[in-house]
């Protein structure tokens, strides 16, 4: 099954993520996709470069630490997507971030900031109702100079005081009366620790501690479950589209690995 690979993927890979001896070159390979493959889907047929997949990402990275990576997928009628998986190979912990969609729908679109540790091809995988896999790629140039283990933007002390706080950005009432599906944008305060960061003034590693899962619901409706790893960016940000128009509101509950839970609910003004 491939909850108990994708599982077993995981639970390897942060073992290495958190490890701050092993270098991002040790930890993959040269033919990182081989064994991810095989670790997370085993001997499962994926159809590669699907159409119905629309990865978009920076040719080269303006900020290594924080590159937007889209997916826009269209499946034909009467397909739903079960689950959308963004896998960066040559970063520590590839299986990046990974969505389990709740909703019944053939269309989705969602954007996540992330933060890679070198040149990489990345992966938009989906996984569809009827059990078929289907993969996107790209390759994204950066400067190499190894985001997963940059110092964080924030000291720890400072980003605890606003662990856990988020903002959502909304589309005008124009904007989401001409869109199906209108996008919100969920900013997190998380400082995501990778385990591979040094304390700047203690000169000791910090350990890890980042977004493990999040969870979404539009009015009753659950969307979907996010599980995360150290590849989202610090103070990560999720983009993504609510099944209709008249929402009124957007609930998100986030869990981090030391086992802090946030909550929040959403005003939308939908009727």
């Known amino acids: 099954m491939i909850r108990t690979s994708w599982k077993t993927a995981v639970?390897?890979?942060?073992?290495?993520?958190?490890?701050?001896?092993?270098?991002?070159?040790?930890?993959?390979?040269?033919?990182?996709w081989s064994d991810i493959k095989a670790e997370v889907y085993g001997e499962r047929v994926i159809v590669e470069q699907s159409p119905l997949i629309n990865l978009v990402t920076p040719?080269?990275?303006?900020?290594?630490?924080?590159?937007?990576?889209?997916?826009?997928?269209?499946?034909?009628?009467?397909?739903?997507?079960?689950?959308?998986?963004?896998?960066?190979?040559e970063n520590p912990m590839p299986v990046s971030?990974?969505?389990?969609?709740?909703?019944?729908?053939?269309?989705?679109?969602?954007?996540?900031?992330?933060?890679?540790?070198?040149?990489?091809?990345?992966?938009?995988?989906?996984?569809?109702?009827?059990?078929?896999?289907?993969?996107?790629?790209?390759?994204?140039?950066?400067s190499g100079t190894g985001a997963c283990a940059a110092p964080p933007t924030t000291g720890v002390?400072?980003?605890l005081a606003t662990l856990g706080q988020m903002d959502l950005a909304v589309p005008s009432a124009l904007e989401r009366a001409a869109s199906d599906h209108p996008e919100v944008t969920l900013a997190i305060s998380h400082p995501q620790h990778s385990g591979m960061q040094m304390d700047q003034v203690t000169l000791h590693y910090i350990l890890a501690r980042y977004v493990q899962t999040l969870e979404t619901w539009a009015d009753d409706e659950k969307l979907f479950t996010m599980t995360g790893s150290i590849s989202l960016s610090e103070n990560p940000e999720v983009r993504f589209d609510i099944p209709k128009k008249d929402v009124s509101e957007l609930r998100v509950r986030m869990t981090d690995t030391e086992g802090a839970v946030f909550q929040k609910a959403f005003g939308l003004g939908g009727s």
């Open 11 to 32: 639970a390897a890979l942060a073992v290495l993520a958190a490890s701050p001896a092993i270098a991002a070159s040790d930890a993959v390979p040269q033919d990182a």
């Open 59 to 89: 040719y080269r990275s303006e900020n290594d630490l924080r590159i937007p990576i889209r997916a826009n997928i269209d499946l034909p009628e009467g397909e739903h997507i079960k689950r959308l998986t963004l896998i960066v190979d």
């Open 97 to 142: 971030a990974d969505f389990e969609i709740e909703e019944e729908t053939d269309d989705l679109s969602v954007e996540v900031a992330m933060r890679f540790n070198g040149p990489t091809k990345v992966r938009a995988i989906v996984e569809t109702n009827a059990g078929a896999l289907l993969m996107q790629e790209a390759m994204v140039k950066t």
């Open 157 to 159: 002390e400072e980003a």
